[in-house]
């Protein structure tokens, strides 16, 4: 799990950000886009670390899983305090000329849900599952 998660959170940036709704959408300010490929590829990088450290430790460390959980865990980290915090930078989770949210009906009545706060929830309960389980 702990695998899947810190390769799926270094490898799927590389196709949500590198692209026309992100790195090269030319509605956004240059330095913006300058922004996404840093942080997509630095996420990339701390992806590999994760794997890295989860397949190469040293016969039965159980400290490299755990640190292979914190390097995991950061990103998600970062994501949340944006998340809490965007009122404070006037802060969207979503852009007019990206990925929209998904609209579901709940009840009577149409409910948004941005994906990106739905994979890194989701991203967070199976990091803490694996946790739990090592």
Same mark, same amino acid.
């Given at each position: 799990?702990?695998?899947?998660?810190?390769?799926?959170?270094?490898?799927?940036?590389?196709?949500?950000?590198?692209?026309?709704?992100?790195?090269?959408?030319?509605?956004?300010?240059?330095?913006?886009?300058?922004?996404?490929?840093?942080?997509?590829?630095?996420?990339?990088?701390?992806?590999?670390?994760?794997?890295?450290?989860?397949?190469?430790?040293?016969?039965?460390? &159980? %400290?490299?899983?755990?640190? =292979?959980?914190? /390097?995991? @865990?950061?990103?998600?980290?970062?994501?949340?305090?944006? !998340?809490?915090?965007?009122?404070?930078?006037?802060?969207?989770?979503?852009?007019?000329?990206?990925?929209?949210?998904?609209?579901?009906?709940?009840?009577?009545?149409? &409910? %948004?849900?941005?994906?990106? =706060?739905?994979? /890194?929830? @989701?991203?967070?309960?199976?990091?803490?599952?694996?946790? !739990?389980?090592?």
């Amino acid at each position: 799990m702990l695998t899947a998660l810190a390769a799926g959170q270094g490898i799927t940036p590389l196709f949500i950000d590198l692209n026309r709704t992100h790195a090269t959408n030319s509605l956004w300010p240059g330095h913006a886009r300058f922004h996404v490929v840093w942080q997509t590829f630095g996420l990339f990088f701390i992806g590999v670390l994760g794997v890295g450290l989860i397949w190469c430790p040293p016969a039965g460390s &159980r %400290e490299h899983l755990y640190l =292979a959980a914190i /390097v995991t @865990a950061v990103p998600m980290l970062g994501f949340f305090v944006a !998340l809490f915090t965007r009122k404070m930078y006037a802060g969207t989770l979503h852009d007019p000329n990206g990925i929209q949210p998904v609209r579901i009906r709940i009840g009577g009545k149409i &409910r %948004e849900f941005d994906m990106n =706060a739905v994979l /890194v929830v @989701a991203g967070a309960v199976v990091l803490l599952s694996a946790v !739990l389980m090592f």
